[in-house]
């Protein structure tokens, strides 16, 4: 079975800085999808990032970029010039290529913004 | 486009209650999820429906949680009788059936259970 790994409960940045947030996984599959989800105390889960197993180029939206180290199983998410409104929980996220396949989520990494 | 609507946003109830939660996906995504949150945790998945097909409920603890999908839109999430560990956030999500192998799940605010 397919598991995730976030080792992080909590992490502080100062705004302005960067953060990296680290996740692992475990799964026999070649072919899978990762993700970064945030959610803020609203509890909306939003799609931060998603980063398909067969690229090696890593993703990259705006201010967030991920590390896809595929043979290590290791999929960490940095956030660049750090601003108040990123302040949320992260959610590390796997899913089989398998059409429609469930999502595993990892337990969170609460992110909190210093000003 | 309209999001993901669930309701009610908080629920709390003695154990032993029962309790229904609904959830109205985004027009024309034929498959529906509904996951628990467990404070502290990330969300599990309970039940997947494609239309109103049962497609995963392996995790569903079937002796006291039921759901359905009438006519394939609308879902209900059902607890009967309620237990202290019920106390979550209850997620619903939605995606559309595409060709693609990529099928983005949207996801609704939640139910917050509180299980006295």
């Known amino acids: 079975a397919q598991t995730v790994t976030q080792s992080q409960p909590e992490m502080s940045v100062q705004e302005a800085e960067t953060v990296t947030l680290s996740c692992t996984y475990d799964?026999?599959?070649?072919?899978?999808?990762l993700f970064w989800y945030k959610q803020p105390p609203s509890r909306q889960m939003i799609l931060v990032i998603r980063q398909e197993a067969y690229k090696q180029q890593n993703a990259t939206e705006n201010r967030f970029s991920v590390n896809f180290q595929k043979a290590a199983k290791s999929f960490s998410l940095k956030i660049s010039d750090s601003q108040l409104g990123d302040a949320a929980m992260y959610f590390c996220?796997?899913?089989?290529?398998?059409?429609?396949?469930?999502?595993?989520f990892g337990k969170g990494t609460r992110l909190h913004i210093l000003p | 486009e309209a999001g993901v609507a669930q309701s009610p946003r908080y629920k709390i109830i003695e154990k032993r209650q029962s309790v229904a939660f609904w959830c109205n996906p985004i027009s024309g995504h034929a498959t529906l999820y509904w996951y628990q949150q467990i404070l502290g945790q990330g969300p599990k998945l309970l039940i997947q429906?494609?239309?109103?097909?049962?497609?995963?409920d392996s995790q569903l603890p079937k002796d006291r949680f039921s759901a359905e999908r009438l006519k394939g839109v609308d879902s209900t999430l059902k607890i009967q009788p309620a237990k202290l560990e019920d106390s979550a956030v209850y997620l619903c999500?939605?995606?559309?059936?595409?060709?693609?192998?990529?099928?983005?799940?949207?996801f609704g605010p939640g139910t917050r259970l509180t299980v006295l």
């Open positions: 799964t026999s599959e070649s072919d899978y999808y």
């Open positions: 996220a796997y899913r089989s290529a398998n059409r429609d396949d469930k999502i595993i």
């Open positions: 429906f494609q239309n109103n097909g049962v497609v995963d």
């Open positions: 999500a939605s995606s559309p059936l595409l060709v693609s192998s990529y099928n983005e799940q949207f």
